[in-house]
């Protein structure tokens, strides 16, 4: 949904088809070739000739239901519905005539009769697409004072929507998302004339999986999210565009942040992966960035400065070390990027030389055949890419641990390293003579750390995730680390000094470069350009 | 050129500093030795440093080094709507903010296509707050010259005609100087009542003022002594430093942006340009106190014919809906809300726009993208040449005669340096 412009761009046609397969359209006096079967609609936004739309929506049917993308074709009556018609060769398209714009004004005027006044506490104001279509296309004052028709302002539809039948258009995006997406109806029209509604499904709740994609289409703030609603105005936002780390879909998403908070995910289109698309709960994969930080290094229970927790764990790992490398663990996680895994395994592999290397990761969940993935762990193909079969699972950590195989264990992300799923009772962390974590959280596995440090969480982090589908995507920072913390990789090259290792990285794409050298599965990534946040007050595709 | 420029009494003859160094010490050897004039000295107002090398008590080479208060003005205009730009150019010209405003409003209107329709009322008023600025501008100019000459009661009288209009323009605008007033299309409201009546009485009162302080300069001894030829100006030079305004018409060149290309309503007026013909400092005295007398004509004038109705253009896409339109209606409050958050929408395109300021032609050159922002907002400030020039004209002078000569070409640092 983030950018529906952009969407029927992507899908404009290639630069030479095969003469039988196209058509030639006029449009505004020009032609141009079109594959068969192309919406006029998306034909004229890919040209440049922008027609407006409401209902029309690049990843859903088109029932035409909102009449703003009228244009004239020669030879009709009466102005066509462009989303719904099909080009056709030798079709001659007028997409800005009197006649045109003059129906398309009529309908915005028709749509603003019963409209309320509710831009200064609407939550999708600034991102509206009936204001931008008003501004664009109307700009004239109302003609009509009448009283506007009363509707229910505050339906609780689901566990995380807000319904404002008021403001509702009735351009039945919402319902087919249900319908087309989600495979689920859920949502539909009621009465008639300017007394229908939006409303639930006799017997029904919104409350599918991908509920929050209906507020992602709602071209106005009929529906609102329960999380976002009222917290930040829309045009305060600024965007960074990153990966999903809920599952092994990894779903494109834009991180919506502003003055180092994360206000809400959305979104972002990629059609090999998830389309215009994404589960409700990856929505909130953001909170916990926000939550229960470990913010400071630690050295047995005491914050201290960076310099000391390192020469601590330093000197820790090295008496082990020269103890004997065989009793060193190594804890991989499957939510770390591919460059904290690959300057981990460079630590561990290369340099240590150690044998004793496990895998973590968070519990398997629930899956469908839409998005949503099984494996709950965004980079579990990179891991076990780098791990190159050498990573053991947590049972064979917890089995270590109870023969005493282990006295040192060094954990690269505490997510999932006590899960049920992987160690059925407690890891018994209390064997080891030492811990050294590095982690996000104050969890329970830093708790029991000798020295904690702190690491920066997804969305604080430049990177790369491996998804199911072995691709690998770029994640952003879109927030400043919380409080102390660092990058994995930064860590690890710290870490890597003090242990005798050379390991001088000094940003993330120098390890995803080396990265790229050494593992075949990163072979053909690309780290992607650079790409400054963009303030959503002035990104003017938005609404 | 105008007659009240004859010189009031012939002009002495100053002797070339050399005769007087040689009468007075003949045999002094002197050594050049720098000396820092500013950034905080009592006459560097604006915040300007001059290095200068000094013989004695003769400059022998000026460094004039600008940007002490360089605010990034055009850069920071970047991050603002076209409309919060207004706030900003109050602070260019600081003692005209009217006229600053006048001339970026223009520039926008023009990329905007709009020009023609600006309703005639706010054309009228623009050009009558723009006058009073400019009164206020000059005698702000010659009340602080003159006491750094040590005529501190020409000051107090300067300010007080100045102090009238400042509480004029407060009745009009709020303000006395982050004014603000002008906004795209118009004015942001009309004048208020009695206002016709009150500017006709300051304008006697300040008629009077004028005359005390002809009278207090004019033929003062002390007062021409530090004038008359020195800081001389050649027409060459101020060609080919692109002076314009007062100190390039003390030079006798005639250029005046609303006399030569006239914009708003300035054509239906009669008024002079007065000219200087020597270029010194009280060429540029003279042309000020001769431009107060103008202006105040142009004012005459402007109260007689201004005619009634809007002060604003009708287009939902650049003026402010009335706020019982705004609360009462969706397609207004979206209008308002679209202005304010995004901007007025300026087609994409390039222009310079330039308008007579107290200071001389002052440029806007906008850049637009199409957005409500300006891609480039660059202004072309009138003392920033004059003030280029006095590297070239210090040289030579004593180091008293700088205050005069800083004095009469009236650098105003928020317009110099932006």
């Known amino acids: 949904m983030a950018d529906p412009t952009t969407t029927t761009t992507t899908s404009a046609p290639p630069a030479a088809p095969a003469p039988a397969d196209t058509v030639t359209v006029t449009i505004d006096?020009?032609?141009?070739?079109?594959?068969?079967?192309?919406?006029?609609?998306?034909?004229?936004?890919?040209?440049?000739?922008?027609?407006?739309?409401?209902?029309?929506?690049?990843?859903?049917?088109?029932?035409?239901?909102?009449?703003?993308?009228?244009?004239?074709?020669?030879?009709?009556?009466?102005?066509?519905?462009?989303?719904?018609?099909?080009?056709?060769?030798?079709?001659?398209?007028?997409?800005?005539?009197?006649?045109?714009?003059?129906?398309?004004?009529?309908?915005?005027?028709?749509?603003?009769?019963?409209?309320?006044?509710?831009?200064?506490?609407?939550?999708?104001?600034?991102?509206?697409?009936?204001?931008?279509?008003?501004?664009?296309?109307?700009?004239?004052?109302?003609?009509?004072?009448?009283?506007?028709?009363?509707?229910?302002k505050v339906v609780d539809v689901g566990p995380h929507i807000v319904l404002d039948q008021e403001r509702c258009i009735l351009c039945t995006r919402c319902i087919r998302v249900c319908d087309e997406v989600a495979k689920k109806h859920q949502l539909e029209m009621a009465d008639r004339g300017d007394h229908e509604v939006l409303t639930t499904a006799p017997g029904h709740k919104l409350d599918n999986p991908y509920s929050l994609n209906t507020v992602d289409v709602c071209p106005v703030g009929a529906l609102?999210?329960?999380?976002?609603?009222?917290?930040?105005?829309?045009?305060?936002?600024?965007?960074?565009?990153?990966?999903?780390?809920?599952?092994?879909?990894?779903?494109?998403?834009?991180?919506?942040?502003?003055?180092?908070?994360?206000?809400?995910?959305?979104?972002?289109?990629?059609?090999?992966?998830?389309?215009?698309?994404?589960?409700?709960?990856?929505?909130?994969?953001?909170?916990?960035?926000?939550?229960?930080?470990?913010?400071?290094?630690?050295?047995?229970?005491?914050?201290?400065?960076?310099?000391?927790?390192?020469?601590?764990?330093?000197?820790?790992?090295?008496a082990a070390l020269d103890a004997g490398p065989a009793k060193v663990g190594v804890v991989f996680n499957a939510q770390s990027t591919n460059e904290d895994l690959y300057a981990l395994g460079r630590l561990a592999f290369d340099?240590?030389?150690?044998?004793?290397?496990?895998?973590?990761?968070?519990?398997?969940?629930?899956?469908?055949?839409?998005?949503?993935?099984?494996?709950?762990?965004?980079?579990?193909?990179?891991?076990?890419?780098?791990?190159?079969?050498?990573?053991?699972?947590?049972?064979?950590?917890?089995?270590?641990?109870?023969?005493?195989?282990?006295?040192?264990?060094?954990?690269?992300?505490?997510?999932?390293?006590?899960?049920?799923?992987?160690?059925?009772?407690?890891?018994?962390?209390?064997?080891?003579?030492?811990?050294?974590?590095?982690?996000?959280?104050?969890?329970?596995?830093?708790?029991?750390?000798?020295?904690?440090?702190?690491?920066?969480?997804?969305?604080?982090?430049?990177?790369?995730?491996?998804?199911?589908?072995?691709?690998?995507?770029?994640?952003r920072a879109a927030v400043p680390p919380a409080g102390d913390a660092l990058a994995g990789w930064e860590i690890l090259s710290h870490l890597a000094r003090k242990l005798g290792a050379t390991m001088d990285f000094t940003e993330a794409r120098a390890v995803f470069n080396e990265a790229k050298q050494k593992l075949g599965f990163m072979k053909n990534a690309e780290w992607g350009r650079h790409m400054l946040p963009v303030q959503l007050r002035f990104a003017s595709t938005r609404g | 050129?105008?007659?009240?420029?004859?010189?009031?009494?012939?002009?002495?003859?100053?002797?070339?500093?050399?005769?007087?160094?040689?009468?007075?010490?003949?045999?002094?050897?002197?050594?050049?030795?720098?000396?820092?004039?500013?950034?905080?000295?009592?006459?560097?107002?604006?915040?300007?440093?001059?290095?200068?090398?000094?013989?004695?008590?003769?400059?022998?080479?000026?460094?004039?080094?600008?940007?002490?208060?360089?605010?990034?003005?055009?850069?920071?205009?970047?991050?603002?709507?076209?409309?919060?730009?207004?706030?900003?150019?109050?602070?260019?010209?600081?003692?005209?903010?009217?006229?600053?405003?006048?001339?970026?409003?223009?520039?926008?209107?023009?990329?905007?296509?709009?020009?023609?329709?600006?309703?005639?009322?706010?054309?009228?008023?623009?050009?009558?707050?723009?006058?009073?600025?400019?009164?206020s501008d000059h005698l702000t100019c010659l009340g602080a010259s003159a006491m750094e000459l040590g005529a501190f009661t020409v000051f107090l009288y300067a300010l007080k005609a100045r102090e009238w209009l400042f509480e004029l323009l407060e009745e009009v605008c709020g303000a006395r100087l982050t004014s603000t007033y002008l906004r795209i299309g118009g004015v942001s409201y009309d004048l208020p009542d009695g206002f016709d009546g009150k500017l006709r009485s300051i304008l006697d009162r300040t008629r009077v003022v004028m005359q005390d302080i002809g009278k207090l300069l004019d033929r003062n001894r002390i007062f021409r002594d530090r004038m008359d030829g020195i800081g001389i100006i050649t027409q060459a030079d101020a060609l080919a430093y692109g002076i314009t305004g007062p100190v390039g018409r003390s030079t006798g060149l005639a250029y005046d942006v609303r006399k030569d290309h006239p914009?708003?309503?300035?054509?239906?007026?009669?008024?002079?340009?007065?000219?200087?013909?020597?270029?010194?400092?009280?060429?540029?005295?003279?042309?000020?106190?001769?431009?107060?007398?103008?202006?105040?004509?142009?004012?005459?004038?402007?109260?007689?014919?201004?005619?009634?109705?809007?002060?604003?253009?009708?287009?939902?896409?650049?003026?402010?809906?009335?706020?019982?339109?705004?609360?009462?209606?969706?397609?207004?409050?979206?209008?308002?809300?679209?202005?304010i958050m995004d901007g007025i929408r300026v087609p994409p395109g390039e222009t310079y726009s330039y308008t007579e300021a107290g200071n001389g032609e002052l440029g806007f050159f906008i850049v637009s993208d199409g957005t409500g922002r300006p891609w480039k907002c660059r202004v072309r400030p009138p003392c920033f040449p004059a003030t280029a020039v006095l590297g070239k004209v210090l040289p030579g002078l004593f180091i008293a005669d700088v205050v005069p000569t800083f004095g009469m070409i009236n650098m105003i640092g928020g317009e110099c340096d932006r």
């Open chain 1, 29 to 152: 006096g020009k032609a141009h070739q079109f594959p068969k079967g192309t919406v006029l609609l998306e034909a004229c936004n890919a040209v440049g000739a922008d027609v407006p739309f409401f209902c029309y929506h690049p990843g859903l049917s088109s029932p035409a239901v909102c009449r703003q993308c009228l244009v004239d074709v020669k030879g009709q009556p009466k102005p066509v519905p462009s989303c719904y018609t099909p080009v056709a060769d030798k079709m001659e398209v007028q997409t800005k005539s009197p006649r045109a714009l003059d129906v398309r004004r009529q309908m915005l005027e028709f749509t603003l009769v019963n409209h309320p006044i509710d831009c200064p506490i609407c939550d999708k104001a600034g991102e509206c697409m009936l204001q931008k279509h008003y501004f664009d296309w109307d700009a004239k004052y109302a003609r009509n004072d009448g009283i506007k028709v009363k509707k229910d």
């Open chain 2, 1 to 135: 050129m105008a007659d009240t420029l004859a010189p009031l009494h012939p002009r002495r003859v100053v002797l070339g500093f050399q005769d007087t160094e040689d009468m007075i010490a003949p045999d002094l050897p002197t050594e050049p030795i720098p000396l820092n004039m500013g950034p905080s000295h009592p006459a560097m107002h604006g915040t300007v440093r001059m290095v200068l090398e000094v013989e004695g008590e003769r400059i022998s080479s000026a460094d004039i080094q600008i940007g002490y208060l360089h605010r990034c003005f055009e850069k920071e205009s970047e991050a603002a709507t076209w409309t919060q730009v207004f706030p900003y150019t109050d602070r260019l010209n600081y003692i005209s903010p009217m006229l600053n405003n006048v001339g970026y409003a223009m520039a926008v209107e023009k990329l905007l296509g709009v020009t023609d329709k600006i309703p005639e009322r706010a054309q009228f008023i623009r050009v009558i707050v723009g006058e009073v600025s400019r009164i």
């Open chain 1, 224 to 318: 609102t999210s329960k999380d976002f609603r009222f917290s930040m105005r829309a045009w305060e936002l600024t965007a960074t565009q990153s990966i999903c780390p809920g599952c092994a879909t990894g779903c494109n998403i834009e991180i919506h942040h502003s003055r180092g908070k994360i206000h809400r995910l959305v979104p972002r289109v990629n059609p090999a992966v998830n389309k215009h698309w994404m589960c409700d709960e990856g929505r909130f994969t953001y909170k916990p960035v926000h939550a229960g930080r470990l913010a400071a290094p630690f050295v047995r229970g005491t914050p201290v400065e960076w310099d000391r927790a390192l020469d601590e764990a330093g000197k820790l790992l090295r």
């Open chain 1, 351 to 475: 340099h240590l030389g150690l044998t004793k290397t496990y895998l973590a990761g968070v519990d398997q969940g629930w899956s469908d055949d839409i998005l949503v993935s099984a494996d709950k762990n965004p980079n579990r193909a990179g891991a076990t890419a780098v791990g190159a079969g050498r990573l053991r699972t947590l049972l064979d950590l917890a089995k270590d641990l109870k023969a005493g195989a282990l006295t040192t264990l060094l954990v690269v992300g505490t997510d999932g390293v006590l899960a049920k799923d992987a160690a059925p009772g407690a890891l018994p962390l209390d064997r080891l003579e030492t811990l050294v974590v590095i982690g996000t959280h104050r969890d329970a596995v830093a708790a029991a750390a000798k020295v904690a440090l702190p690491l920066a969480a997804w969305a604080e982090a430049d990177g790369t995730f491996t998804n199911k589908l072995g691709m690998v995507q770029r994640i």
């Open chain 2, 263 to 339: 914009y708003l309503v300035y054509d239906r007026f009669d008024f002079d340009v007065p000219v200087g013909s020597v270029g010194d400092n009280f060429d540029r005295y003279a042309v000020r106190v001769e431009e107060i007398n103008q202006s105040m004509r142009i004012l005459d004038q402007a109260l007689t014919q201004i005619p009634a109705g809007p002060v604003m253009i009708n287009d939902p896409r650049i003026a402010l809906p009335a706020k019982t339109e705004t609360y009462n209606s969706i397609e207004a409050m979206i209008a308002h809300f679209k202005i």
